[in-house]
């Protein structure tokens, strides 16, 4: 039986892991009109390992409920499944089973994930699961076949990107709590949507948190960006509680609210020793509620290893971790530097056409090369790999909101939206769009945060602007830097922005239908570069079938002599300058005896497939 407040047809049992406490008290909060609420107090009996438990009678679905620690402190539960007054409130005890679902996950192949990010509390002006959940047909149309929510357990407030989350169980409440999120769930796979959900278990955010009050979450043994690190490696007694809880809540949003899979963010951050790696074991156990569900859960994580054991199936006495895809942040890094001509940070060991055709070939870019950033060599050989366990991207929430501005790449470089579309979309890999590209949105997408606490309100913003110091940087604090990270879903539907959804579309619709581009096949994937006017052709073929992408991520011109097609010749499918996509005009084909000699206009892009 897992923690938290479990309601079964004839009581409810509480657990919670308290091994800190000399007694732990249950009170049971029964609302009075007009007056304060009437408290039933219960105190919970010990068990081994430092559990404490209590089983009451009859419906409790919807009371709230709170520990009261030695007599002295009251708590919300660790294992809350909704937080309806916030993150220092009382928790709410919640039955999954009194929710009617209408929809079942839909049945696809991980090949055929096409992601798309978002962030509940900016995607649309309500800023709520069922806003979210009315505009999920529009990515419908654009040929999305996976929602990735960015986190939603509770945090500090009515607003944060979701990673200062503070419960592990609790969809946050501003965002409409546990209903609104199966509400969204239920909507999404009504429309064939797949659903990812973000969460993390490398850091709990800073207000609100109040696990070590609990027990020994957290250890000293390993530092972290956050703080004290979670107690994964510690003895047994201490440390296998919490490796219990963090694999109870990965369960939880699969069984109870239908999640199709989830994203580990930073992996690399999380600090384990043990002889078998929290995230080996964690991905283990959700592909075996998977198979009792009967239905496919996806583990994809986010990592800064440059190593293929993340995503390597498991075999007898080997180290992999066993996930089913990684972030690849090698392809967006290549990229980025390309098109924008940024150097600064990793940037440095990136910018080179060369390098990104190695990323779309391989899947990383460094296998085992020194990096001038690192200073160190990096990185494993990752070609033997399928495809479809690298997740790619132009932007994602990290490489926009990290920036002091929060500036997408059409801010950056205008104009670039179309071949670097194509870049990443022409790939043998799954692609990820951040929400609000696909119609280049000019809104930014800004680190905002809604703290309580005056000192840690006031210790968060000198923070960000001490980090940077060169720039003006808009107030996490501010509710108007929210505000202005919201996008405008309607702009899609207008001018040049129009133009830009049609062309991710077209390449959507090419990249599902074309034979060539639908298999994900490294193996059959061929790129070649010219560093000097930064531009490259990647050619995909398969049984006959062949395309070819040319493509400029300079804004200066650029001429290309590409390989003949395997049979026949080679026919334009897509143009970027086409006034029905609003790109960047000028391209030719020129045909030289069955072999191509392409000319592009900067940032130009042409796909061609053969006859």
Not at 50 to 65: E, H, I, K, P, V
Not at 471 to 476: A, K, L, S, T
Not at 530 to 543: K, M, P
């Amino acid at each position: 039986m897992g923690p938290g407040a479990i309601v079964e047809p004839d009581h409810t049992l509480f657990r919670v892991w308290a091994p800190r406490a000399r007694r732990i008290e249950l009170e049971i909060l029964s609302p009075e009109p007009g007056a304060s609420p009437r408290v039933t107090k219960l105190a919970m009996e010990p068990e081994e390992g430092g559990w404490y438990r209590a089983r009451l009678g009859g419906g409790l679905s919807g009371a709230r409920y709170q520990y009261l620690l030695d007599g002295e402190r009251r708590r919300p539960d660790p294992a809350s499944r909704s937080q309806p007054e916030g993150v220092h409130g009382p928790s709410e005890i919640v039955d999954p089973a009194a929710f009617e679902w209408r929809h079942s996950s839909p049945v696809r192949p991980q090949s055929e994930l096409v992601f798309y990010e978002l962030h509940v509390g900016t995607f649309t002006a309500e800023g709520t699961f069922d806003a979210a959940a009315r505009a999920l047909d529009r990515l419908v149309e654009l040929g999305v076949t996976a929602v990735e929510l960015m986190p939603v357990a509770a945090f500090a407030g009515a607003r944060n990107w979701g990673y200062d989350g503070v419960s592990w169980f609790a969809p946050q409440a501003s965002y409409g709590g546990p209903d609104g999120l199966r509400r969204f769930v239920d909507v999404a796979h009504g429309l064939g949507l797949t659903v990812i959900l973000d969460v993390v278990y490398n850091h709990l955010g800073p207000e609100g948190n109040y696990l070590a009050e609990y027990g020994p979450y957290f250890t000293k043994r390993h530092a972290t960006p956050w703080g004290d690190a979670l107690n994964f490696d510690g003895p047994p007694a201490e440390s296998e509680p919490v490796r219990e809880q963090v694999r109870a809540a990965a369960a939880m949003w699969i069984d109870e609210y239908h999640i199709d899979g989830l994203r580990l963010d930073a992996v690399h951050a999380i600090a384990d020793d043990s002889p078998r790696h929290l995230i080996a074991e964690l991905t283990e156990s959700l592909h075996e509620l998977g198979r009792r569900l009967g239905r496919a859960v996806h583990v994809i994580a986010e990592s800064d290893l440059g190593d293929v054991r993340v995503i390597e199936e498991p075999l007898a006495g080997a180290q992999a971790w066993g996930c089913d895809a990684q972030w690849s942040d090698d392809l967006h890094h290549a990229l980025h530097a390309l098109a924008t001509g940024e150097r600064a940070r990793y940037y440095v060991d990136f910018g080179r056409a060369s390098e990104l055709a190695r990323a779309i070939c391989d899947g990383y870019v460094f296998t085992g090369e020194r990096s001038i950033f690192r200073g160190a060599p990096f990185g494993t050989p990752s070609k033997q790999l399928p495809g479809e366990r690298f997740v790619v991207c132009a932007q994602n929430h990290d490489q926009i909101g990290n920036r002091a501005r929060g500036e997408r790449l059409g801010q950056l470089r205008p104009g670039c939206e179309h071949a670097v579309a194509a870049a990443y979309l022409c790939a043998p890999f799954l692609p990820l769009l951040f929400m609000g590209e696909e119609h280049a949105e000019p809104a930014p997408f800004l680190y905002f945060t809604d703290f309580g606490d005056p000192a840690l309100a006031e210790a968060v913003t000198k923070g960000r602007r001490r980090e940077f110091d060169h720039v003006e940087v808009p107030d996490p604090q501010d509710p108007d830097t929210f505000l202005r990270s919201k996008i405008d879903l309607s702009l899609g539907e207008v001018g040049r922005h129009a133009g830009v959804r049609r062309w991710y579309r077209a390449l959507l619709q090419l990249r599902r239908e074309h034979l060539a581009l639908r298999a994900l096949d490294k193996s059959r994937t061929d790129a070649r570069a010219d560093d000097a006017a930064s531009a490259l052709w990647v050619r995909r073929w398969r049984e006959g079938a062949e395309a070819i992408f040319f493509l400029s991520l300079s804004p200066e011109p650029a001429r290309l002599f590409g390989p003949a097609p395997r049979r026949g010749r080679w026919r334009i499918a897509l143009d970027a300058g086409d006034a029905h996509f609003s790109g960047p005009s000028g391209a030719r084909l020129i045909d030289r005896d069955g072999a191509p000699e392409v000319e592009l206009p900067g940032f130009g892009a042409l796909v061609c497939t053969s006859e």
